[in-house]
C-alpha cells in the first residue's frame, strides 16, 4: 500500500517534467501497427469478456476492467491526436460510442 502511496506521489512531478519537456509533435515509424495493435487487444479483450459472460464466469471482471482500460486510452490518445475542427468533434463523439455496455 506505501509503495502505491510513493508510486502515486512520484508521478505527478514526473507528468509535469514530461509536459514540460516533451516535444509538442512527434513522427511515430510504426504508428499503423501501434494503433492497430491496441484494436486487435480491445476485440480480444471484449471477445473475452463476453465469453465470460454468457458462461457466467467469476473471473468477467479481470478482462472487463482491463478492456475498459485500453478502451479509455484509445479515447485518450484518440482525442489528443485528432486535428481541430471536424476530426476532434468526431473523436469526442465517438469517445460517447465507444465504451463498454452496462449489465
Known amino acids: 500500500m506505501r509503495l502505491g502511496a510513493v508510486s ?6 514526473w507528468a509535469a ?13 510504426h504508428w499503423p501497427l501501434a494503433w492497430t ?6 476485440a480480444a479483450g471484449q471477445g473475452a469478456t463476453a465469453w465470460l459472460a454468457i458462461r457466467r464466469d ?5 478482462p472487463a476492467v482491463s478492456t475498459a482500460t485500453l478502451l479509455a486510452a484509445d479515447a485518450w490518445s484518440g482525442a489528443c491526436t485528432a486535428a481541430a475542427g471536424c476530426p476532434l468533434a468526431l473523436t469526442l463523439a465517438n469517445m460517447c460510442v465507444e465504451r463498454e455496455a452496462p449489465e
Open 58 to 62: 467469476r473471473w468477467l471482471a479481470v
Open 17 to 29: 517534467h514530461l509536459a514540460d519537456t516533451h516535444p509538442s509533435s512527434v513522427s511515430a515509424r
Open 37 to 42: 495493435g491496441l484494436d486487435i487487444a480491445m
Open 8 to 13: 502515486a506521489m512520484v508521478l505527478i512531478p
